[in-house]
C-alpha cells in the first residue's frame, strides 16, 4: 500500500504535517476528512520513521491538553463513521506530529488485535491517558456508547483546560507584580541604598529607622548570603519532602482550600469536576460506588480525597449518598440539598448537571476575580516597599539639607 505525505488543517486552525497509508490519493484525502482534518496538499512521499528511531524523543515528549482533545475528537468522528477501532488507531497514529502518541497508539492497535478490551489497552499508558479518561472509555466500552461517552469526555477537557486558562490568564498580572516587587526590592537594597549610606555616615547623621533597617538588611544580605541561601534551600527542599508525604501533602491541601480567594476557586472548581464527572458515570451505568470511587482518584486534592473515603466507607454501609453527604466537608449546602431531592425523586442526573452548570459559571467569575482582587492588594505591596525605601534615602537627605543651610 502506498505512502502519502499530507499538509492539512486541524480543528484548531493549526497547519500538521505527516504520512499516512493508502490505497489510493483520493482514499488518503477521506481518511484525512474522517479524521477531522481539512488536506491542503497530498502526494506520495517517504515513509513514517520507525518507533525506535524516536525512542529518546518518546521518553523527553509529554501530551499535551490540546493534543489529547483532538485525539479523542478524531476517535469520536471515526468511531462514529463506522471505522474499526485498530484502523482509527492506525488512521490517528499516522496522521499524528506527537511521536509519543504514535507510538502508543501502534502499541494499543497491536494489544486490541491481540484480544485485549480498550480499558486495558488505555491503562498501560498513563503518561498519555489520564485515570479519569480510561475508567471513562471503560465505562463507554461496557455500555456499547463510547462515542457519546467520548463527546463528554471532550466537553470535561475542553473545559477544565479553559478553567485552567482563565486562572493563567487570571494571574498572569499579579506574577508580574511580583516580579517588578523583588526586583525593586534588591535593586533598592544592593545599589542604590549603599551609595546614599557612605555619604550619610561621612555626614555623621541621627540616621532615621528607616534607613537603619534599610543598612542592616544590605550588611546581613552581604555578609551572610552564604547562610541565607543555605537557609532557604534547606526550607525549600525540606517542605519539598514535607508535602510529598500523605500528611504532608493533607495539610498542604486543606491550608489551600482555607485561603481566601484562591481556596473558594479551587473549591467551585473540585464541585464543577465532581458532578461533572459523576453524571457522565451514572448515565453510563457505573454504580454510584464505583463512581464515587473514580472520583476519589482524579478529584486532585487530598483534603476532599479524603471526605470522599468517608463517604465511600458511609455508602457502602447501604447510607445513599444525600445523607452522607450532609455530615462532609467542604461540601456546599446547595449541592447537598440539590443531591437529596435528585435521589429522593429519582432524578439524581438531572440534579447533578444543573450543579455542574453553576458551579462552571461561578468557576468562570471566581477565575475573573481574582486578578481584580490579587492585583490591586500587589500593587498596595509595591507601593509600600518603593515608599519604604524613599523614606529610608530622602528623611536623610532632608536632615543634609538643613545642616548645609
Known amino acids: 500500500m502506498p505512502t502519502f505525505t499530507y499538509k492539512a488543517i486541524d480543528q484548531t486552525g493549526a497547519f500538521v504535517v505527516g504520512n499516512l497509508e493508502a490505497e489510493s490519493m ?89 484480544g485485549s478490551n480498550l480499558f486495558d489497552a488505555f491503562r498501560k499508558h498513563p503518561r498519555v491517558f489520564p485515570n479519569l479518561y480510561c475508567s471513562l472509555v471503560n465505562a463507554g466500552e461496557s455500555s456499547g456508547n463510547l462515542p457519546e461517552i467520548l463527546d463528554r469526555v471532550v ?42 549610606v557612605t555619604v550619610f555616615e561621612k555626614a555623621n547623621l541621627d540616621l532615621p529607622l528607616p534607613t537603619k533597617i534599610c543598612i542592616a538588611m544590605y550588611t546581613g544580605l552581604t555578609v551572610y548570603w552564604p547562610v541565607l541561601i543555605g537557609g532557604a534551600a534547606a526550607i525549600f527542599f525540606g517542605l519539598t519532602a514535607f508535602i510529598k508525604t500523605p500528611g504532608g501533602n493533607l495539610l498542604k491541601d486543606q491550608l489551600l482550600l482555607k485561603m481566601p480567594i484562591i481556596g473558594n476557586l479551587f473549591l467551585k472548581t473540585a464541585m464543577s469536576r465532581f458532578s461533572s464527572i459523576l453524571t457522565i458515570l451514572l448515565s453510563s451505568g457505573v454504580t454510584i460506588l464505583n463512581a464515587i470511587i473514580i472520583i476519589s482518584e482524579t478529584i486532585g486534592n487530598a483534603a476532599i480525597i479524603k471526605e470522599f473515603d468517608r463517604l465511600r466507607d458511609q455508602m457502602a454501609e447501604g447510607h445513599g449518598i444525600a445523607k452522607p453527604l450532609r455530615t462532609a466537608k467542604y461540601f456546599p449546602p446547595m449541592v447537598v440539598n440539590m443531591v437529596a431531592i435528585g435521589e429522593e425523586s429519582g432524578r439524581l442526573e438531572e440534579m447533578l448537571q444543573e450543579i455542574a452548570k453553576h458551579y462552571d459559571e461561578e468557576v468562570e467569575y471566581a477565575a475573573k476575580g481574582l486578578a481584580e482582587a490579587v492585583g490591586p492588594i500587589l500593587i498596595v505591596a509595591l507601593t509600600v516597599v518603593v515608599g519604604f525605601f524613599a523614606m529610608a534615602i530622602f528623611l536623610p537627605i532632608w536632615d543634609l539639607t538643613k545642616m548645609v543651610k
Open 26 to 114: 483520493v482514499a488518503a484525502q477521506e481518511l484525512l476528512s474522517q479524521g477531522d482534518l481539512i488536506p491542503t496538499e497530498v502526494k506520495e512521499g517517504v515513509t513514517v520513521k520507525s518507533n525506535k528511531a524516536n525512542l529518546w524523543h518518546n521518553l523527553t515528549t509529554s501530551m499535551r491538553q490540546e493534543e489529547l482533545i483532538l485525539f479523542t475528537k478524531q476517535m469520536r468522528s471515526m468511531l462514529r463513521a463506522g471505522i474499526s477501532i485498530v484502523k482509527v488507531f492506525d488512521i490517528i497514529s499516522q496522521q499524528s506530529e506527537n511521536p509519543l502518541l504514535r507510538d502508543t497508539l501502534a502499541e494499543m492497535s497491536e494489544d486490541v488485535q491481540a
Open 155 to 196: 466537553y470535561i477537557m475542553e473545559h477544565e483546560h479553559k478553567v485552567k486558562g482563565d486562572i493563567k490568564g487570571a494571574l498572569a498580572y499579579p506574577k508580574i507584580v511580583v516580579i517588578a516587587l523583588v526586583f525593586a526590592f534588591f535593586f533598592l537594597l544592593t545599589f542604590v541604598i549603599p551609595k546614599f
